[in-house]
């Protein structure tokens, strides 16, 4: 998971409780909802693991293709590193330079950059990942899908993880630990299958598959 800040401010702060899980791979983790309060918890420990059984069957959809994929939002890289161990080009972009770092460190190529700003491979990438609730990167999916379109090739492919129901939702929230400061609020956005259908089309995105896996909910946007 990440954040961009247009792209949201704060994850980048050496203090940040964002920062300071990917540097030791531990939770807790939450962002709190400013409208209602509730605390939901990240999957730290997940991120900084080894790939599960979910994240397998969206790696094979891109080692599937065998074209080099872009990791948007690549947190600590398990994905990324995952695909290039496999012989698959690939390269991660986060914003969080703890991340970035931790990346590099299990032998991943990844960029400590926004998906907004200049990347590498502008359109010519075949594949983009948007995992682990990174559809809500700066509050606006439409302005995100349309983002990730752009950097696709004609005929790419952009696998995104959704909600697993069906909300379709613009939040503030912000990042709380026990051992770090409370971050800054930023935007962010939930979305399950329907509400990322209707994002999709109106980013010039065509949905061609959705599938459920150990309780996590994706869908495959092709350009």
Do not use: K, Y
């Amino acid at each position: 998971m990440s954040v961009a800040v247009a792209v949201p401010l704060g994850w980048g702060r050496v203090d940040d409780p964002f920062a300071e899980a990917m540097r030791t791979g531990r939770g807790p983790l939450w962002l709190r909802r400013e409208d209602t309060g509730e605390r939901v918890p990240l999957h730290v420990e997940r991120w900084c693991g080894e790939p599960d059984g979910a994240d397998a069957s969206l790696l094979a959809r891109a080692l599937r293709r065998g074209v080099p994929t872009l990791d948007i939002g690549c947190g600590p890289g398990r994905l990324v590193t995952a695909l290039q161990r496999c012989g698959l080009p690939a390269l991660g972009v986060d914003v969080t330079h703890a991340a970035v770092v931790r990346t590099v460190g299990l032998g991943g190529s990844a960029l400590c950059r926004s998906v907004f700003d200049r990347l590498p491979g502008e359109g010519r990438w075949g594949t983009a990942l948007l995992a682990d609730g990174n559809l809500g990167i700066g509050g606006d999916p439409l302005a995100l899908l349309t983002r990730a379109a752009e950097l696709l090739a004609p005929g790419g492919q952009l696998l995104v993880e959704v909600e697993p129901a069906e909300v379709d939702e613009r939040l503030t929230v912000r990042l709380e630990s026990p051992s770090a400061l409370p971050g800054p609020a930023f935007p962010w956005a939930r979305l399950g299958l329907a509400a990322t259908r209707h994002a999709a089309a109106a980013a010039g995105l065509r949905p061609t598959e959705s599938w459920h896996a150990d309780g996590r909910t994706f869908l495959t946007l092709m350009r």
